[in-house]
């Protein structure tokens, strides 16, 4: 019987490209007085640009210009990038990080283990489990979610709460309380997440109301929570009935999409208010709608920034139909919304212990506030905590509630407030308040 040989197929064949032609990386503070220029010249792959905005946004860096081509298979950008004070990078252990970061040993694989805090875990993340819980939102919801893991003896050691468009998504990192481990058994799983979905689920029957689930697969956190609102399609809530608009109207984002018919795009121009994480914000829905961009050009004019982007879906088709052209507006503009809060910013730094966020949410919602959203994390014995609220009517929070809450809070926990309503005549906190405070910086030094 003669017997077939088959050909052999080198496992590091799909990586030749990246072996031969390895990504070239450029940190330059010298060519500008006010920023630093950051090139990165590779083999073009899908999810590329992806990875380099969310390494760059990461380290907290505010990218205030780029020039994105990568036709022709090869990937070629530059972004200038200042830190969150506006001054160049003088640190040099950031821009070792970024050259190594985005170099030929630093894709993918290296960059999940130096970083280990900006993904969702799978099912135990080190001495951590990770959980998601996605539903309709309403004041109190996360002061409930916290007094049932308490109430089960899960310690929260690490949270990532967002809303919009009246739905909740949120990542939360626990371990049992009484050994710091990851929690394993099964039946206190599986009793920890009927009692999420019955408190997600609130008083209604429809079962797609709320849902409870254990995280699966290495996701940035902050592109999880994109996910996870996209799936909910919070897009489609855009002009409910008292929901609260952030922006002024004249910062309201206004995206468009035209065809280029000479190279056969479809360019897509967003104009809104500039802040930190835009462009990540947007690179990351477009990637996961498919799309692969091709070219784009981000710039910012004092408070505005401009965005254009030249991209095509997957199939190498472009945007020819007016549905397609209005889920891509509506999901573009959802993203930006999502991580926007103009509501009152509480930090609160008090030594962990078992039921703190159950005790300070209940203490939040007993004095009428909603969180809209928050960022919670440890870090050695320290707890930090960071809540955006608002009244339980959608309205800013008068000056005797944030007295009162400080009376309260502040006997046990360092207490602050970034931003003072407008109808108070006191000057804003001083000290520890005005100090930077990014949620996924904390999460990525709890976790490493």
Known sequence: MARVCWPYFDPEYENLSTRINPPRVSVDNSSYSDCTLVKVDSVNKPGILLEVVQILTDLDLIITKAYISSDGGWFMDVFHVTDQQGKKLADSKTIDYIEKALGPKGHITDVLKAWPGKRVGVHSVGDHTAIELIGRDRPGLLSEISAVLANLHFNVVAAEVWTHNRRIACVVYVNDNSTCQPVDDPNRLSTMEEQLKNILRGCEDDEKVGRTSFSMGFTHVDRRLHQMLFADRDYEGGGLANEVDHYPPCFQPKITIERCEEKGYSAVSVRCKDRAKLMFDIVCTLTDMQYVVFHATISSDGPYASQEYF?????????????????????????????????????????????????????LRENGL???????????????????????????????????????????????????????????????????????????????
């Open 311 to 363: 991209i095509r879906h997957m199939d190498g088709c472009t945007l020819d139909t007016e549905g397609e052209k209005e889920r891509v507006i509506k999901c573009i503009d959802a993203a930006i919304r999502r991580r926007v809060s103009e509501d009152l910013r509480l930090e609160l730094c008090a030594k962990d212990r078992v039921g703190l966020l159950s005790e300070v949410t209940r203490i």
């Open 370 to 448: 909603s969180v809209t959203r928050a960022g919670v994390t440890t870090i050695g014995e320290q707890a930090m905590n960071v809540f955006y609220v608002r009244d339980s009517s959608g309205n800013p929070v008068d000056i005797k509630t944030i007295e009162a809450l400080r009376k309260e809070i502040g006997h046990t926990t360092m207490f602050n407030v970034k931003k003072v309503p407008t109808s108070s005549e006191a000057p804003e906190t001083k000290g520890w308040g005005k100090t930077s405070f990014f949620f996924g910086n904390l999460l990525e030094r709890f976790l490493a």
